[in-house]
């Protein structure tokens, strides 16, 4: 066994280093043992590990075993012949050993390939079938830019060669040089074969609390407001070391740096998925900076940490600072790019920023908030459920830290921002868990925010907080108390409406018209209402209605497309349950669905143009306004007390029949309400036969797919 750069340490026991494995890890190994066992010629096996301490494990684990197997020899056993299946009487032949050899990459002169020649010219004998574990990557993080770039190029130059090598690779990366050379170095990464994602800790949770930002949310967006440290003198260029912690996060964010720098050429400022905005002071906004260099940032105040821990006494306002600073650059990005990574490395820095401020609560406060907003993020950009809710839980953890720390009698607005920020985070909760529970949390949490900030001291927070508050009233109303519920929502939009202005604020206002509307809508919904309030259900559609037209004066189809078309929609859907409700005068019913038509038809106009920008998302199904746009046809043309001409008749019906069609092809992928559509076409059919006979039924059969037409037939 041929080993390089082997580690001074005795080595544990290989049972030992196995069981403390965790379960996962476990499995992830025994692929890559069983890969590498396969002892195929010029594999590259990456092997991908954030904790550095859990790298070095598995790799002394596979080196042992690879180490132990090439001490033996491994026979294959064949029967003589004659005899039984496994005869004692049998030949062997050995199976070529492995020659696993270590390297750790020299990062003063980062070219892999060349070490490794190198090291085979100074071998007296040739290895067989050598492998080489390569480990280190994460140091070149500690090197200037251009030794980690010149680290890439070799890369690119190593794979447009890497089908003449005899020899096979085990790289161990961290993920940001994963992506690093995904992206960076395609030439190379074409050839591996095979990725081992190993669990670990990359950064140990620093402190026990963790927890949004001030977050005006209109439903859903919301906006964050947050702290920002004191600007430090420039870094020096003292270099020393730091705590294994801080040196994690800081190679973390110097692999990220080197990712960033090689993308940001290339790559274009997009508006955030989330909808979510900051609030900077102008003053703090880093200006005249290249792509490159504002990408760059992180390193200057690594640099600077450095600095500051050489220093004696330590300075540990300082060192928070600029642990401040380094997660605010992270959390400003995140705007642009609203990444995990860059949500992940902001918690980090402003874990360790906390390990500074132990005496200063008012600032742990302040650093918790911004933190949890974080970890809120982090939850928004996740895919799966399990991980949104564990980001939620854990900004809910940190967030209630900062409350903890705030006297609230003396800094109101301050802990009304954070109560704000909690009862987000417990509002996105009821999205996974216990809906009812946490919504009734989100409420108190808004409340006592609403407490401590009056409309007096800040009226336009104070009004995204009711906004907030409505919000929340609105879907425990899906819960539970529905009318008690809604009452409180729409008591909430309208106190949050008198303090956004139409003329300068046109948008919010609107966003808050159409959440009253809909709220009025759903508690004309409500059964055993005139026996719980006077209002009437009619009286209460009358004033969605209202709601709605108001909206529409702002969410224009150019200032706002897709809120156009969903109030639009909104409008229909208010306009025909007003038709069918029985309070309403029979001669009005035929007005109020050609109401209903004009909002639906102008909604499906738009959700047309919206088809052909990309990046447009509705937040209604459009098939179901078609299959409701056909129901107000057909039942303007059934409408007994105001009869239409047989020419609108039969315009009306041809109308209905084209929608529900249309309903119909939609809703492929949905059986029941494809049946629902099916039964719509039948009635209209139907309604041929009975208002223009056979010709009539015949004509409206011609407009059929053929492949519907059996089962029409079969209704009818």
């Avoid at 340490?9 to 049972?15: I, L, N, Q």
Wanted: glycine content about 4%.
């Amino acid at each position: 066994m041929l080993l390089a750069d082997r580690p001074p340490h005795s080595d544990p026991s290989v049972t030992e280093i196995a069981h403390s494995l965790s379960s996962r890890n476990r499995q992830v190994y025994a692929r890559l043992r069983m890969t590498l066992g396969l002892r195929l010629r010029r594999q590259l096996l990456v092997a991908v590990c954030d904790d550095m301490t859990l790298r070095d494990r598995i790799s002394l684990l596979l080196e042992q075993e690879v180490r132990h197997e090439a001490s033996h020899w491994v026979c294959v056993s064949a029967p003589v012949e004659g005899s039984a299946a496994f005869p004692e009487d049998s030949w062997a032949v050995p199976i070529e050993p492995i020659s696993f050899i270590r390297l750790n990459l020299k990062t003063a002169h980062p070219d892999l390939r060349g070490q490794i020649a190198q090291w085979l010219l100074h071998q007296p004998t040739k290895p067989v079938h050598p492998v080489f574990q390569i480990l280190g990557i994460e140091k070149l993080t500690r090197q200037p830019a251009h030794l980690q770039r010149a680290f890439l190029n070799h890369l690119r130059a190593f794979g447009r060669g890497y089908g003449e090598t005899p020899w096979s690779l085990v790289l161990w990366v961290s993920r940001p040089w994963l992506r690093s050379i995904q992206q960076s170095a395609p030439e190379f990464w074409r050839w591996h074969t095979g990725t081992f994602e190993f669990e670990g800790d990359p950064f140990p949770q620093l402190t026990d609390v963790s927890s949004p930002v001030d977050t005006v949310a209109f439903p859903p967006p919301a906006t964050l407001v947050t702290h920002r440290a004191a600007v430090l003198p420039p870094p020096s260029s003292a270099m020393t070391s730091l705590t294994s912690a801080e040196n994690d996060l800081a190679d973390y964010v110097l692999a990220a740096v080197v990712q960033g720098v090689e993308t940001d050429c290339e790559a274009t400022v997009t508006e955030t998925a989330l909808g979510v905005t900051t609030e900077i002071p102008q003053e703090a906004v880093v200006e005249s900076l290249s792509p490159e260099e504002n990408t760059l940032q992180p390193t200057c105040w690594i640099r600077q940490i450095e600095y500051l821990q050489h220093q004696q006494p330590l300075r540990p306002t300082e060192l928070a600072a600029a642990y401040r600073h380094l997660g605010d650059w992270y959390r400003d990005q995140s705007d642009q790019n609203p990444v995990s990574e860059n949500f992940t490395l902001g918690i980090q820095a402003y874990g360790q920023a906390l390990q500074y401020l132990s005496d200063a609560p008012e600032t742990c406060s302040e650093v918790l908030n911004d933190q949890a907003n974080l970890y809120w993020l982090l939850s928004r950009s996740t895919p799966s459920s399990p991980e949104q809710s564990a980001a939620l839980a854990q900004a809910i953890q940190t967030y209630e830290a900062a409350i903890a720390l705030i006297n609230s009698a003396e800094v109101p607005l301050h802990y009304a921002m954070v109560q704000n920020n909690l009862g987000a985070a417990y509002g996105d909760l009821a999205q996974h868990l216990d809906p009812a529970e946490n919504l009734q949390r989100s409420i108190s949490a808004y409340m006592k925010a609403i407490q401590h900030r009056t409309a007096e001291q800040d009226p336009q927070r104070y009004a995204a907080i009711q906004n907030n508050l409505g919000t929340t009233y609105w879907s425990l109303a899906q819960y539970q108390q529905p009318i008690v519920n809604l009452q409180q929502a729409i008591a909430a939009y309208s106190a949050a409406l008198p303090f956004y202005d139409p003329e300068h604020q046109p948008l919010p206002y609107a966003m808050i018209q159409n959440n009253l509307g809909t709220a009025y809508w759903n508690l004309s919904q409500c059964e055993n209402l005139t026996s719980t309030i006077e209002q009437t259900s009619q009286n209460l559609l009358q004033s969605a209605i209202s709601a709605y037209r108001v909206a529409l004066l702002y969410r224009t189809p150019d200032a706002a497309p897709n809120g156009y078309a969903a109030t639009q929609n909104n409008l229909g859907t208010a306009y025909w349950h007003l038709a069918n409700d029985p309070a309403t005068h029979p001669d009005h019913i035929v007005t109020y669905l050609q109401d209903a038509i004009v909002a639906y038809l102008a909604a499906l106009d738009m959700v047309d143009i919206l088809k052909q920008s990309s990046g447009s998302t509705l937040n209604f199904d459009p098939w179901a306004t078609h299959h409701n746009l056909a129901s107000a046809y057909h039942q303007a043309v059934t409408q007994y007390r105001a009869p239409l001409e047989a020419t609108a008749r039969s315009e009306y019906l041809s109308a209905a029949l084209h929608h529900h069609l249309q309903a119909w092809t939609g809703w492929q992928s949905n059986v029941d309400l494809q049946e629902a559509a099916l039964d719509g076409i039948v009635q209209v059919v139907r309604t041929y036969h009975e208002q223009f006979g056979l010709p009539g039924q015949n004509m409206a059969m011609s407009k059929l797919p053929a492949t519907l037409l059996p089962r029409v037939m079969q209704q009818m």
